[in-house]
């Protein structure tokens, strides 16, 4: 989405806050702001809409703040943290509810972890348009679903059923 940002014309630069929910658009001198701020909009989609005054003002004081706004490079490598933190989060909830040993929880994480960042990714490289990655998931827990075959079949079978109860809503 970014990328696309960058190519409006009259636009600079665009980046996103870490929230994903608000874009920052730096432009080029004698761009008109208006052509360039519409375009923007197009590429967004739907329900994108211009800030009030004062929350557009402190959005960029937030980014001279250095806060952090993240382009396109950027946003992809934050997409991969975000996927290491839920896999993270998600294996260690699985692990104890289907009561995997240590060895057994440090390579269920792993193989999650592995999937859901390459579901991010594929994500991201897609454009990162919203709905993108619950595309994704789907193909993400097939993948994880044909490698749980190095479990004990019948932890296996509850880890696929963890696994689509958490996933599949």
């Given at each position: ?54 929350a557009e003002a402190e959005g ?5 703040r250095r806060e952090p706004w ?12 975000e996927a290491e933190v839920l ?83």
């Amino acid at each position: 989405m970014l990328a696309r940002l960058d190519a409006v014309e009259g636009v600079e630069a665009s980046r996103v806050d870490w929230t994903g929910k608000r874009v920052l658009l730096d432009l080029e001198p004698g761009a008109d702001a208006s052509r360039a701020i519409a375009e923007a909009k197009e590429v967004l989609g739907g329900r994108a809409r211009r800030l009030a005054a004062a929350a557009e003002a402190e959005g960029v004081e937030s980014f001279r703040r250095r806060e952090p706004w993240m382009r396109a490079g950027e946003s992809a490598r934050l997409s991969r943290r975000e996927a290491e933190v839920l896999s993270g989060r998600l294996a260690a909830r699985i692990a104890k509810e289907v009561a995997l040993d240590e060895p057994e929880a440090d390579r269920f994480g792993a193989l999650l972890r592995e999937e859901l960042s390459a579901a991010f990714d594929r994500a991201h490289e897609a454009g990162g348009e919203v709905g993108r990655l619950g595309g994704e998931m789907p193909k993400a827990l097939e993948r994880v679903e044909g490698r749980l075959a190095a479990f004990p079949p019948e932890k296996a079978e509850k880890l696929r059923k963890a696994l689509r109860e958490a996933l599949v809503r």
